[in-house]
Structures are given as structure tokens and as C-alpha cells.
């Protein structure tokens, strides 16, 4: 029986992955952000890169479905595309899989920012400039661009 350094690598091995696995049983998790997580655990760069390989190889963590989760969670919250491509390149997301999911110029998008506004000022239109711009602000915090914005507040006022 060896209970060498080999022994112990194969138990940091183990237990970082079942603390990964743990974590990917409550939600999605992009790669690095998992990687995040158990190295602040404690868990040593070199197991933690073998261990989200791992990981990855036998498609228990993927970035693509993390995304997918991700921005659905978000839609559905009322968040808009630029604010979830932001908060995608936090994770460490790139520019490219995260456009590949959102898609900011889409139609939905439009009717997502025409609800989130019904919802929080109601049905009412902005009735002067000043309701205009405080409007505009909150949709833009939420992650609308700019120029839909104003196509909607135009259209609508």
C-alpha cells in the first residue's frame, strides 16, 4: 500500500471534486467561476485545474450550459442584454459564446424593455421630459442599450 504524496494528491483530488460537485448539484457554475469558489476554499491551483478538466471532459461542467441557464435566469428576472453580457464577462465568459445566447438586437429584447418599463411605472406614459430621463435611466441600469430605449420611450410618448 502506498500512502506516499501520491495518496494525499488523489484525496485533495477527491475532495475538491466532490466539493465541486456539490456546488454544480445547486446550480450552473462557469469554469472559472467554479475555480474561484475552491481555490477560496483552499483547494490548490493544480488540483483545482485537474479537477474542473475533469470535470469538463466528462460534461458535468460546461460554460455553453451555464450561459444557457444563465441568460434565462436573467430574461426572466427582467434584465436586458447589455447588463448580462456584462455580467457573463465577470464570470469569465467570452464576448463570443455570450453573443452566441443573447442575440442584443433581437426582437424579444424589445418586448422584454416594453414590460419591465409597464411594470415598474405602470401603464401610464412618461408625461414630460423629466419622467423621460428617469425612465431612461432605470432601463439602461437594467442592461437596454441606449437607442432602444429611446425608440420605446419615443414611441410610446
Known amino acids: 500500500m502506498n ?3 501520491g495518496r494525499q494528491d488523489n484525496t485533495g483530488i477527491s475532495s ?26 483552499g483547494y490548490e491551483s493544480g488540483i483545482v485545474e485537474q479537477v474542473l478538466a475533469q470535470l469538463q471532459e466528462e460534461r458535468l461542467l460546461s460554460d ?6 444563465y441568460v434565462h435566469s436573467r430574461y426572466v428576472k427582467g434584465f436586458g442584454p447589455l447588463r448580462i453580457q456584462m455580467e457573463l464577462r ?10 452566441c445566447c443573447i442575440q442584443p438586437g433581437a426582437a424579444h429584447w424589445t418586448e422584454l424593455m416594453h414590460r419591465v418599463r409597464k411594470k415598474r411605472f405602470g ?19 437594467r442592461g437596454f442599450a441606449a437607442e432602444q430605449i429611446h425608440q420605446l420611450l419615443k414611441q410610446e410618448g
Open 16 to 41: 475538491a471534486r466532490d466539493r465541486a460537485l456539490g456546488l454544480l448539484a445547486r446550480r450552473e457554475h462557469s469554469v472559472m467561476e467554479l475555480g474561484r469558489k475552491l481555490r477560496s476554499r
Open 123 to 141: 401603464p401610464a406614459l412618461p408625461a414630460d421630459y423629466q419622467e423621460r430621463a428617469r425612465q431612461a435611466r432605470f432601463l439602461q441600469h
Open 64 to 69: 455553453e450550459r451555464f450561459v444557457e441557464a
Open 90 to 99: 465577470e464570470r469569465g465568459i467570452s464576448e463570443a459564446l455570450a453573443g
Open 3 to 5: 500512502l506516499g504524496s
